[in-house]
Nanobody, 126 residues
Framework: QVQLVQSGGGSVQPGGSLKLSCVDS??????????MAWFRQAPGKEREGVAA????????WYSDAVKGRFTISVDDAKNTLSLQMDNLKPEDTATYYC?????????????????WGQGTQVTVSS
């Protein structure tokens, strides 16, 4: 049973913008203490946390690499997590994954999440 379904991504020139979306069917079922996040993985590198949001407190965390350029948000009515990516750089090129789970202690650590989206490619190149 597919739980998190991603959309968006693609190719863009440096300085451009893209938006990723992720519909999470488990979000409303969780009721509380549900954290959602975006991760990325470039070829030959480990999966790294990009941004996360506590859906109860509406508090967000960002990695230093994307702080000030990326914005994470959640639409409660649509069970949708989004990542607005502005001023993209070539080093942002990776496969991006959304994730969600309850009782997350370290929001930017992949090991905290059991539920993952299918991944979507983001390529930043001139």
């Amino acid at each position: 049973q597919v739980q998190l379904v991603q959309s968006g991504g693609g190719s863009v020139q440096p300085g451009g913008s893209l938006k990723l979306s992720c519909v999470d069917s488990k979000y409303t079922q969780a009721k509380s203490r549900y954290t959602m996040a975006w991760f990325r993985q470039a070829p030959g590198k480990e999966r790294e946390g990009v941004a996360a949001i506590d859906t109860d407190a509406d508090y967000a965390w960002y990695s230093d690499a994307v702080k000030g350029r990326f914005t994470i948000s959640v639409d409660d009515a649509k069970n949708t997590l989004s990542l607005q990516m502005d001023n993209l750089k070539p080093e942002d090129t990776a496969t991006y994954y959304c994730a969600g789970d309850t009782a997350v202690k370290w929001p930017l650590r992949p090991i905290e999440y059991k539920n993952w989206g299918q991944g979507t490619q983001v390529t930043v190149s001139s």
